[in-house]
Every structure is written in structure tokens, then in C-alpha cells.
Nanobody, 116 residues
């Protein structure tokens, strides 16, 4: 019903920055919200950040002040600017899209690894 294509993951050193992108496509319905979640080995999947079409944002406590989420509504694309990265940010990052129908789609996940 919807495809989410991610890019930008990789390996960086602590203190460096990285930007993730995710484009939603393949749906005739509005993507009301786009967001990022992450999951580290042995941990539960947790909220990183979400943003609505109106620009309302929500951040997980662990990334507040360091990460910034933004979107291009015309392209149904969401971005995550990640600054001051820490080793504990290492995880698989998943893109999420929420449609007006209530359907929730997920991307395949992209690995972010932060070394000391």
C-alpha cells in the first residue's frame, strides 16, 4: 500500500553528524505523519522523532536537543538531522509513514553505527 525508501545510514565517529532521508510513495492517500524509530540489539524499538503535515514535532527524550526532524510535504519526504552522535545512538533506524486511513507502513531499516 505504501513504500518507504530510506537513505543516509552509515558508520561515523562519536561527535560527528549524519542525515537520514526517507521518501514515501505508492499511495493515493495523504501521509499524515512521518517519523523515525530505532532499535538496538536486545532493546525495544523506541521513538526518535515524528512530524505531522502541520509541522508538529515530537522527540524521544534521548535525542532532544541533538536531532532535528523535518519534511517536504509535496514530496512526502522526511529527514532526520543527527548531530553530536554518541555510541549509544547505534541502532537500526526505521522510517514510518501514517496514512489518513490509519494504515502504518515501515521502511526496511537502515543501520547507523557510531564508534568511539
Amino acid at each position: 500500500q505504501m513504500q518507504l525508501v530510506e537513505s543516509g545510514g552509515g558508520l561515523v565517529q562519536a561527535g560527528e553528524s549524519l542525515t537520514l532521508s526517507c521518501a514515501a510513495s505508492g499511495t493515493r492517500f495523504r501521509v499524515n505523519a512521518l517519523g523515525w524509530y530505532r532499535q538496538a540489539p536486545g532493546k525495544q524499538r523506541e521513538l526518535v522523532a515524528t512530524i505531522t503535515t502541520g509541522g508538529i514535532t515530537d522527540y524521544g527524550d534521548s535525542v532532544k536537543g541533538r536531532f532535528t526532524i523535518s519534511r517536504d510535504n509535496a514530496k512526502n519526504t522526511v529527514y532526520l538531522q543527527m548531530n553530536s552522535l554518541k555510541p549509544e545512538d547505534t541502532a537500526v533506524y526505521y522510517c514510518q509513514g501514517r496514512l489518513t486511513t490509519g494504515y502504518v507502513g515501515w521502511g526496511q531499516g537502515t543501520q547507523v553505527t557510531v564508534s568511539s
